[in-house]
Nanobody, 122 residues
């Protein structure tokens, strides 16, 4: 089995910064094709924030471009989201997602983390 564990959420004032981390753990992870972050604000649908593939390509939703940076540590099977110049509208539960996971015990299409709350006060 593969589990994703997120950390780094919390309360921050507008204009501040936070760094989210998501580590994939499990028996014998060989590779993960893509890892990314999604968020869901109260009363809204979950939306893509940023993704990073194993080929090095990244993708961001327009609202976070130039403020958020996604990065991966392949040795640690971890993805990070550095968030700067945070705005109240960034308030949401942030979820980590891993896609195309190959392990010693089999392959998995996708896995989701449990979510971490980010609250930006004005």
């Amino acid at each position: 089995q593969v589990q994703l564990v997120e950390s780094g959420g919390g309360l921050v004032q507008a204009g501040g910064s936070l760094r989210l981390s998501c580590a994939a753990s499990g028996s014998g992870i060989f590779s993960i094709n893509a890892m990314g972050w999604y968020r869901q604000a109260p009363g809204k649908q979950r939306e893509l924030v940023a993704t990073a593939t194993s080929r090095g390509s990244t993708n961001y939703v327009d609202s976070v471009k130039d403020r958020f940076t996604i990065s991966r540590d392949y040795a640690k099977n971890t993805v990070y989201l550095q968030m700067t110049r945070l705005k109240p509208e960034d308030t949401a539960v942030y979820y980590c997602k891993a896609e195309g996971i190959v392990t010693r015990g089999g392959s998995f299409v996708e896995r989701w983390g449990q979510g971490t709350l980010v609250t930006v006060s004005s």
